[in-house]
């Protein structure tokens, strides 16, 4: 494959694209996140890193930052709660020598040494669930990026620097599979900022990942387009060839139970009554013990087909005569079941008002965003499924589960840990 002609696409967004202000602004926002990172969190205070202070600084890393607002400025959707986020600083405040390899990363110009430091963290963090050393590297992108947004880019992912570097034709000096994290954060950061400025994109790691993510470039790698309706414009994903359905391991199968059971358990201490399909309950209720809140019918007047539809999806959490959240937990290789139920569901009852959720690993993240937006889920009657339907992690239900006063928090706390599909940009 050879590296294709961009070139209009790079002018097309130079045209548009105000680079000196924007490094203006980076300068600025690098040097806050240096200053929270060295002194605050650095620090020998005792006492921890108010939500405050540390929303302050997500807003940069987390483009779904809390306070965040279109206009803001952050490096990506990093896919990580603000819970987690806040969590994570006063983990590096209390345990300096986590913290400090962080900051040796962040600080670290030698690509080997980089590479090594990155690896050691991944060791270091070793079956923490903090959402720090994931397999996309989302979390060390994002810090990369926001503490020097020159040299490092804001494609935070992994598994969209894998399909740039496909579109780009670039042959990796490694193998996929079997390379380190820090092997592909360092080293595919480095071709990817080569090969963009060799086919004319002159500018920082900021204004480069701005380019790949913007109108002009982002269709032709990411197998986006737009659907025009006379609503609202609407941006879907054709999938790619590997989308046939496939059964993850076993012990898959075992841990969605294992989080079907927690999202039981979590509706229940907030006081919501559960459904749980007929053919699931004798394997959830190993692992969930209810009171007198499962229900055995659903108090709702939809038809039989449409009821048919409802009682199958994985964990509903009813108020009364009204579901108000539904959750499908995807363990398959193409999450598509789930979501196919969801639509059924939308479009069996278009005006229905349900907060619908597809929670699986954190590996099939990506993929659970791409099929929502796939071009069948963009054309049901009333909105579009990515419009209603939020991805959650296994890790956030088990954070969720966790948290101090849950039987006092309202449902609305699990937006704080969702990811949307509806959003504009990257």
Request: proline letters at 4%; one cysteine or more; charged letters at 25%.
């Given at each position: 494959?050879?590296?294709?002609?961009?070139?209009?696409?790079?002018?097309?967004?130079?045209?548009?694209?105000?680079?000196?202000?924007?490094?203006?602004?980076?300068?600025?926002?690098?040097?806050?996140?240096?200053?929270?990172?060295?002194?605050?969190?650095?620090?020998?205070?005792?006492?921890?890193?108010?939500?405050?202070?540390?929303?302050?600084?997500?807003?940069?890393?987390?483009?779904?930052?809390?306070?965040?607002?279109?206009?803001?400025?952050?490096?990506?959707?990093?896919?990580?709660?603000?819970?987690?986020?806040?969590?994570?600083?006063?983990?590096?405040?209390?345990?300096?020598?986590?913290?400090?390899?962080?900051?040796?990363?962040?600080?670290?110009?030698?690509?080997?040494?980089?590479?090594?430091?990155?690896?050691?963290?991944?060791?270091?963090?070793?079956?923490?669930?903090?959402?720090?050393?994931?397999?996309?590297?989302?979390?060390?992108?994002?810090?990369?990026?926001?503490?020097?947004?020159?040299?490092?880019?804001?494609?935070?992912?992994?598994?969209?620097?894998?399909?740039?570097?496909?579109?780009?034709?670039?042959?990796?000096?490694?193998?996929?599979?079997?390379?380190?994290?820090?092997?592909?954060?360092?080293?595919?950061?480095?071709?990817?900022?080569?090969?963009?400025?060799?086919?004319?994109?002159?500018?920082?790691?900021?204004?480069?990942?701005?380019?790949?993510?913007?109108?002009?470039?982002?269709?032709?790698?990411?197998?986006?387009h737009t659907i025009k309706r006379p609503e609202k414009d609407i941006s879907v994903t054709v999938p790619t060839e590997d989308d046939a359905e496939q059964v993850g391991p076993d012990e898959s199968i075992s841990d969605s139970m294992q989080i079907q059971a927690l999202i039981a358990k979590i509706?229940?201490?907030?006081?919501?009554?559960?459904?749980?399909?007929?053919?699931?309950?004798?394997?959830?209720?190993?692992?969930?013990?209810?009171?007198?809140?499962?229900?055995?019918?659903?108090?709702?007047?939809?038809?039989?087909?449409?009821?048919?539809?409802?009682?199958?999806?994985?964990?509903?959490?009813?108020?009364?005569?009204?579901?108000?959240?539904?959750?499908?937990?995807?363990?398959?290789?193409?999450?598509?079941?789930?979501?196919?139920?969801?639509?059924?569901?939308?479009?069996?009852?278009?005006?229905?008002?349900?907060?619908?959720?597809?929670?699986?690993?954190?590996?099939?993240?990506?993929?659970?965003?791409?099929?929502?937006?796939?071009?069948?889920?963009?054309?049901?009657?009333?909105?579009?499924?990515?419009?209603?339907?939020?991805?959650?992690?296994?890790?956030?239900?088990?954070?969720?589960?966790?948290?101090?006063?849950?039987?006092?928090?309202?449902?609305?706390?699990?937006?704080?840990?969702?990811?949307?599909?509806?959003?504009d940009d990257d």
């Amino acid at each position: 494959m050879t590296n294709p002609n961009i070139s209009t696409q790079i002018a097309q967004f130079l045209s548009k694209y105000d680079s000196k202000e924007m490094d203006c602004l980076w300068s600025k926002q690098s040097r806050q996140v240096q200053d929270f990172l060295n002194k605050r969190v650095m620090s020998d205070a005792k006492s921890p890193i108010s939500d405050e202070e540390c929303d302050e600084i997500i807003k940069i890393l987390d483009r779904n930052g809390k306070g965040n607002t279109k206009g803001s400025q952050a490096v990506a959707r990093a896919m990580i709660p603000q819970g987690a986020w806040r969590r994570m600083f006063n983990q590096f405040h209390s345990d300096k020598k986590l913290g400090s390899l962080l900051i040796n990363i962040l600080e670290e110009k030698n690509p080997e040494k980089k590479i090594s430091l990155i690896d050691e963290l991944y060791k270091m963090n070793e079956g923490n669930r903090n959402n720090l050393t994931g397999p996309s590297g989302n979390a060390v992108g994002a810090f990369l990026a926001a503490y020097d947004p020159t040299n490092n880019l804001s494609v935070i992912s992994l598994n969209d620097r894998r399909s740039l570097i496909d579109f780009l034709g670039l042959h990796t000096p490694f193998d996929w599979d079997d390379a380190s994290v820090g092997t592909k954060i360092v080293i595919t950061n480095k071709m990817l900022l080569d090969s963009l400025r060799e086919s004319g994109l002159e500018g920082s790691a900021r204004t480069i990942s701005v380019f790949c993510y913007s109108p002009y470039m982002k269709p032709l790698w990411k197998g986006e387009h737009t659907i025009k309706r006379p609503e609202k414009d609407i941006s879907v994903t054709v999938p790619t060839e590997d989308d046939a359905e496939q059964v993850g391991p076993d012990e898959s199968i075992s841990d969605s139970m294992q989080i079907q059971a927690l999202i039981a358990k979590i509706g229940t201490v907030m006081g919501f009554h559960i459904w749980l399909p007929r053919a699931d309950r004798g394997r959830v209720l190993k692992a969930w013990t209810p009171n007198d809140n499962l229900l055995e019918e659903l108090p709702l007047g939809y038809t039989s087909t449409i009821m048919k539809t409802i009682e199958q999806i994985d964990v509903l959490w009813v108020k009364k005569k009204t579901i108000v959240r539904a959750f499908e937990v995807e363990h398959t290789t193409s999450v598509y079941s789930g979501l196919l139920r969801m639509a059924d569901l939308v479009a069996l009852q278009p005006n229905i008002n349900i907060k619908l959720h597809i929670v699986a690993d954190e590996s099939r993240h990506d993929k659970v965003l791409q099929e929502i937006r796939r071009p069948v889920f963009s054309l049901l009657e009333g909105r579009a499924l990515s419009e209603m339907c939020t991805y959650l992690s296994y890790d956030s239900i088990r954070t969720i589960s966790e948290l101090d006063h849950l039987s006092r928090m309202l449902d609305g706390v699990i937006e704080d840990y969702e990811d949307k599909a509806s959003t504009d940009d990257d």
